[in-house]
T-cell receptor, first 112, second 116 residues
């Protein structure tokens, strides 16, 4: 079945350093969504990318969707302690089932 | 907007008890609701997808008689863990989406279930 792999599993950075998490799918995706889950909290929707090669920015966060629509990345510039949490990518396969396949998540720790 | 309320947030009960978890969309109509299970420091494992007024679609390996899902209205879905055992202890979290197609999912706060 369809799988979404995400790396790295954990990342510790010093405040101010950049951070990137990568997401790869075994099959072509209709779209990719990114969620952030704070410790003890629930996943919160960040963004959705639909088009091949699409790039979207939210302040210090940059999201990319690969040309083949099989991979994506989230890059955070100059991390802050508020960026701490687990970042999940999730993709829909072809079709209209609405079922999201989540990656394993990348847990970001930021040292002040 | 797009607030999903999940109750209870924490349940501790004896083995053999049935536990009902509610998931409500407060400010939108949820055509589809999803139930996930999340193990510590792990990803979200989809258990089932439910559409209002129809039977839930369960993922492979999820016992439908064990995890009863009801989606009686566009704002409410319930998950009942029947005759719960310690191995059912986990973090259960629901999400809801509106409209059709690949809409964002809005998550509830989750329910921490502990079976003694």
């Amino acid at each position: 079945g369809q799988q979404v792999m995400q790396i790295p599993q954990y990342q510790h950075v010093q405040e101010g350093e950049d951070f990137t998490t990568y997401c790869n799918s075994s099959t072509t995706l209709s779209n990719i969504q990114w969620y952030k889950q704070r410790p003890g909290g629930h996943p919160v929707f960040l963004i959705q990318l639909v088009k091949s090669g699409e790039v979207k920015k939210q302040k210090r966060l940059t999201f990319q969707f690969g040309e083949a629509k099989k991979n994506s990345s989230l890059h955070i510039t100059a991390t802050q302690t508020t960026d701490v949490g687990t970042y999940f990518c999730a993709g829909h396969g072809s079709g209209n089932t609405g079922k999201l396949i989540f990656g394993q998540g990348t847990t970001l720790q930021v040292k002040p | 907007g797009a607030v999903v309320s999940q109750h209870p947030s924490r349940v501790i009960c004896k083995s053999g008890t049935s536990v009902k978890i509610e998931c409500r969309s407060l400010d939108f109509q949820a055509t589809t609701m999803f139930w996930y299970r999340q193990f510590p420091k792990k990803s979200l494992m989809l258990m089932a997808t439910s559409n209002e007024g129809s039977k839930a679609t369960y993922e492979q390996g999820v016992e439908k008689d064990k995890f009863l899902i009801n989606h009686a209205s566009l704002t409410l879905s319930t998950l009942t863990v029947t005759s719960a055992h310690p191995e059912d202890s986990s973090f259960y979290i629901c999400s809801a989406s509106s409209g059709t197609g690949h809409q964002p999912q809005h998550f509830g706060d989750g329910t921490r279930l502990s079976i003694l």
